[in-house]
């Protein structure tokens, strides 16, 4: 199975500041024959599903603000928050789906500093 | 707009069973793959199975491989989980998740989720 490990666990960031959030696979998540990254974001909030942000590695989902963006390629991908808001406080969850049998990273915990 | 609701959440006893419904509506029910995605009490997430959109192919994690069993009427838009010889460990709770890319039953991202419903194995 491939590993997914997010970096940290959880992060105090002041509202307005940028918030990063690390997710690394323990293969490349990369298909070569279409060049895309098999890698989502989701953002989670208590008693709720989680929703998706980001689907392979940088493409935006509808609806979702502009703030949310993902970067990265092969094994090391980033979410990044560039303006903390008080509603993004949540658990964002990294997910391969290069695999068939799919997984997700640990989760991390973003609250306002 | 996607709507995914799932039922039949309960307690049982361990090594009972249970089965699991997720009512779709908004999208062509058959024309995605559909998954089942668990998370046990304030713990992340855990892909548990999913179902191409025509039912023929069908995928699980070894967690729960002979266990349990993913299928869906079409017909009914209506996706299953059954769910035998559940333990303590499979306490949580149970998404349907429908696949954002692909029909044949690899999962891909998940664009749409259901509120869940809470499965918990205990005597």
């Known amino acids: 199975d491939i590993v997914m490990t997010q970096s940290p666990d959880s992060l105090a960031v002041s509202l307005g500041e940028r918030a990063t959030i690390n997710c690394k696979s323990s293969?490349?998540?990369?298909?070569?024959?279409?060049?895309?990254?098999?890698l989502g974001w989701y953002q989670q909030k208590p008693g709720q599903p989680p929703k998706l942000l980001i689907y392979?590695?940088?493409t935006r989902e509808s609806g979702v603000p502009e703030r949310f963006s993902g970067s990265g390629s092969g094994t090391d991908f980033t979410l990044t928050i560039s303006s903390l808001q008080a509603e993004d406080v949540a658990v964002y969850y990294c997910?391969?789906?290069?695999?068939?049998?799919?997984?997700f990273g640990q989760g991390t915990k973003v609250e306002i500093k | 707009e996607v709507q995914l609701l799932e039922s039949g959440g309960d307690l049982v006893q361990p090594g009972g069973s249970l089965r699991l419904s997720c009512a779709a509506s908004?999208?062509?029910?058959?024309?995605?793959?559909m998954n089942w995605v668990r998370q046990a009490p304030g713990k992340g997430l855990e892909w548990v199975s999913s179902?191409?959109?025509?039912?023929?192919?069908?995928y699980y994690a070894d967690s729960v491989k002979g266990r349990f069993t993913i299928s869906r009427d079409n017909s009914k838009n209506t996706l299953y989980l059954q769910m035998n010889s559940l333990r303590a460990e499979d306490t949580a709770v149970y998404y349907c998740?429908?696949?954002?890319?692909?029909?044949?039953?690899?999962?891909?991202?998940?664009?749409?989720w259901g509120q869940g419903t809470l499965v918990t194995v205990s005597s």
């Open positions: 293969q490349s998540v990369l298909y070569s024959s279409n060049n895309k990254n098999y």
């Open positions: 998740a429908k696949n954002g890319a692909g029909d044949s039953g690899k999962s891909y991202y998940f664009d749409s």
């Open positions: 179902i191409s959109a025509g039912g023929g192919s069908t």
């Open positions: 392979w590695a940088s």
């Open positions: 997910q391969q789906y290069y695999s068939t049998l799919t997984t």
């Open positions: 908004g999208f062509t029910f058959s024309s995605y793959a």
